[in-house]
């Protein structure tokens, strides 16, 4: 799956992994509203460096924790979990 994200002037390509395209397609319409908008503002928000990771970020929203990498180009979003599964692997 493919969304578009404007940061300042430049746009950068969003790519979901297959799980997290599924995972986003199980999630309730208000829930699955507000990651779309979430993803779509990266790198704005509640973002944070994950511990042992050289380039792998999370986006919290509410109970949901979207994993993502980013580079000058794109935003490659890994995984979008529940708070308590996002941390297990």
């Known amino acids: 799956?493919?969304?578009?994200?404007e940061v300042?002037?430049?746009v950068r390509d969003i790519e979901l992994s297959k799980s997290a395209a599924k995972a986003l397609e199980t999630l309730d319409k208000p829930t699955k509203v507000r990651i779309v908008a979430g993803i779509r503002n990266l790198p704005a928000g509640d973002v944070k460096k994950l511990k042992g990771y050289t380039a792998?970020?999370?986006l919290r929203i509410g109970d949901y924790r979207i994993i993502f990498e980013m580079s000058a180009?794109?935003?490659y979003v890994s995984d979008i979990l529940p708070r308590g599964?996002?941390?297990k692997k």
């Open 85 to 87: 599964e996002a941390y």
């Open 73 to 75: 180009v794109a935003i």
């Open 1 to 5: 799956m493919n969304l578009k994200g």
């Open 56 to 58: 792998a970020f999370r």
């Open 8 to 10: 300042g002037w430049s």
